[in-house]
């Protein structure tokens, strides 16, 4: 009960940081890669373009800060390993008595990279940009992605309006699939057809929080699960997948989660940084290899003008 007390008094932790409009200098490029792990900062450098570096630290550099700033261990002393799947997860021992315990997702895509945080439920995020499709057309794009959605979903897409307001109501739903898939960690073998949304209110606005969307599983409405959607601007959906860790079919106390959403809050660099503590030497070469990369391999467009 006391262990209760104590998580339910811990806050929520919704946070984003606009990589997209980061142009790192010298100094925060190489600040940043001593802040992270070797295996982390050799993962990031890997990448072909700076657009996805930037997303990469910026994600590494978001887990960091909530780990130090809201459980506590010191910067230079968190270990983060992988999941079979890819998912990061701290590999310190927590003490359930001294140290606060959350479980967190991350999430980049777009210009954006995000980060929410619970302490008592299982989380997912995901972000999503609606652009346009790169080589085809909008009809020609849904028609690839026809099996990803249920004929609901599909009708509630194609009712939207504009060619591009269903798009944006594609992404909306997309983003809806893969928090909740990366909430219950499944991977790419997860059949999203079995995970329906029913979406609410219709259209979403920047600047607000919306708790309103209803899931059903396997043709089930579920119980277990609450859906939190948000606008970052007016082309970036963020949705958070929140669940009991017993998982699916446990009815999820309303007690559990917050009475009212958190809003995201948009960090600067500084605050990505603000408890770092740097773990290895000055790299100027890496700050030369990051020089070297292309920004983006094209630029989409993200409007329907």
Not at 15 to 25: I, L, M, V
Not at 83 to 92: C, D, H, I, Y
Not at 186 to 203: C, D, W, Y
Request: with cysteine; net charge negative.
């Amino acid at each position: 009960m006391v262990q209760l007390s104590k998580a339910l008094a811990m806050e929520s932790v919704r946070w984003a940081f606009r990589c997209g409009s980061w142009s790192p200098s010298c100094s925060e490029w190489l600040l940043a890669a001593r802040c992270v792990q070797k295996e982390e900062k050799d993962r990031i450098d890997q990448f072909v373009f700076a657009k996805d570096a930037k997303s990469a630290m910026a994600g590494r550099l978001l887990i960091r800060k909530l780990i130090a700033e809201k459980m506590g261990i010191p910067w230079n002393e968190i270990c983060l390993q992988r999941t079979a799947k890819g998912k990061p997860f701290l590999a310190n021992e927590v003490s359930c008595s001294s140290q606060k315990q959350y479980t967190f997702n991350i999430s980049h895509q777009g210009d954006y990279a995000v980060l929410a945080a619970e302490p008592l439920l299982q989380v997912g995020v995901d972000v999503m940009k609606t652009v346009q499709p790169g080589s085809s057309t909008i009809a020609d794009f849904f028609r690839i992605m026809t099996r990803q959605f249920t004929d609901h979903e599909w009708k509630v897409i194609k009712s939207a309006g504009t060619e591009w307001t269903q798009l944006d109501m594609f992404y909306r739903h997309w983003a809806l699939k893969e928090c909740f898939i990366k909430a219950i960690g499944t991977g790419i073998g997860f059949n999203l057809q079995r995970a329906e949304f029913h979406v609410a209110p219709s259209h979403i606005h920047v600047g607000h929080m919306y708790r309103e969307t209803k899931m059903c599983l396997d043709g089930e409405e579920e119980e277990g699960w609450a859906f939190e959607e948000c606008m970052l601007d007016s082309h970036h959906h963020v949705a958070v997948a929140l669940g009991k860790p017993d998982g699916p079919r446990q009815k999820l106390d309303d007690g559990l989660l917050n009475p009212t959403p958190s809003q995201f809050i948009t960090l600067s660099f500084d605050d990505l940084v603000a408890s770092a503590i740097p773990m290895t030497e000055e790299d100027h070469e890496y700050w030369v290899g990051f020089q070297s990369k292309q920004e983006a391999p094209g630029r989409q467009r993200t409007s329907s003008s």
